[in-house]
């Protein structure tokens, strides 16, 4: 399987969410956090600072619940107006961007 490369939305987006759960742990460390919710601390690491923009939704589900965020507010947080479907050069929507 191919992974397309990420839109600039798509990357603005996976920054925002990095920015949200940073904030949301404040002083609590990586290491605890991403133990708690399952994940290796350099997987938090890279969400945190954007480099994952579209982390897996268990992921995220695990780390918003040892935060104490509901996925509604992750999402309220990171989306952008219209940015719901992105239409791609083919037409397709954000959420098909994998090829084979």
């Known amino acids: 399987m191919v992974r397309l490369p990420l ?14 759960l940073r904030r949301t742990r404040g002083e609590r460390s990586i290491l605890d956090t991403a133990l708690d919710a399952g994940v290796s ?13 579209t982390p897996a939704f268990p992921t995220i589900a695990a780390i918003a619940d040892v935060l104490g965020l509901s ?6 947080e990171i989306k952008q107006p219209g940015s719901e479907v ?9 959420r098909e961007r994998l090829a084979s």
Do not use: F, M, N, Y
């Open 7 to 20: 839109t600039p939305a798509e990357v603005e987006r996976g920054k925002r969410l990095g920015a949200l």
């Open 41 to 53: 601390p350099e997987t938090l690491r890279k969400i945190e600072s954007g480099r994952v923009a």
């Open 71 to 76: 996925l509604d507010d992750v999402w309220a």
């Open 86 to 94: 992105e239409p791609t050069d083919s037409g397709r929507g954000a």
